[in-house]
């Protein structure tokens, strides 16, 4: 008599082959070259709105040093008079920002110009390549 054990059975082991590993890097791989670009479209897109959102701050302090001064800060005196004191502004009841400038999302520092090319001060950022104009991350983004 022959029991089911021993001859003619064959052992099973869990686990996977390695084409099924292959497959499935394969489809990853597939994935990522789809998904990966919308993806980093999209990071750009938001280091352009967050330096609107940004700019849009800036200018509201400085209408809040214009209110208290009588005028808004000179070229010169650029946007650390939002946090620092300059010698000539009678009235400065700052700080008007509760922390340094911030850098543009790029790391570089606000463009400031009182009086402004598109009113009455422009704060504006160069974008990603930090030269004047440009497209998609690259584009310039002021207040105007």
Same mark, same amino acid.
Do not use: C
């Given at each position: @008599? $022959? +029991?089911?054990?021993?001859? *003619?059975?064959?052992?099973? +082991?869990?686990?996977?082959?390695? @084409? /099924? &590993?292959?497959?499935?890097?394969?489809?990853?791989?597939? &994935?990522?070259?789809?998904?990966?670009?919308?993806?980093?479209?999209?990071?750009?897109?938001?280091? #352009?709105? #967050?330096?609107? $959102?940004? $700019?849009? !701050?800036?200018?509201?302090?400085?209408?809040? =040093?214009?209110? !208290?001064? %009588?005028?808004?800060?000179?070229? +010169? /005196?650029?946007?650390?008079?939002?946090?620092?004191?300059?010698? +000539?502004?009678?009235?400065?009841? *700052?700080?008007? &920002?509760?922390?340094?400038?911030?850098? !543009?999302?790029?790391?570089?520092? =606000?463009? =400031?110009?009182?009086?402004?090319?598109?009113?009455?001060?422009? $704060?504006? #950022? =160069? %974008?990603?390549? %930090?030269?004047?104009?440009?497209? *998609?991350?690259?584009?310039?983004?002021?207040?105007?």
């Amino acid at each position: @008599m $022959i +029991s089911g054990r021993g001859r *003619g059975t064959r052992r099973t +082991s869990a686990g996977f082959t390695l @084409m /099924e &590993l292959l497959v499935v890097l394969a489809i990853l791989g597939l &994935l990522m070259s789809l998904v990966g670009p919308r993806v980093l479209n999209q990071l750009g897109g938001a280091k #352009t709105k #967050t330096a609107a $959102i940004q $700019i849009k !701050d800036l200018e509201q302090s400085l209408e809040m =040093y214009k209110l !208290d001064v %009588g005028r808004f800060p000179s070229t +010169s /005196e650029g946007l650390e008079a939002l946090v620092s004191k300059p010698a +000539s502004a009678a009235g400065w009841n *700052g700080p008007y &920002l509760k922390s340094a400038v911030p850098l !543009d999302p790029w790391n570089r520092e =606000y463009q =400031y110009k009182s009086p402004g090319e598109h009113g009455e001060v422009d $704060i504006f #950022t =160069y %974008g990603q390549n %930090g030269t004047p104009g440009g497209d *998609g991350e690259d584009q310039d983004v002021g207040n105007w």
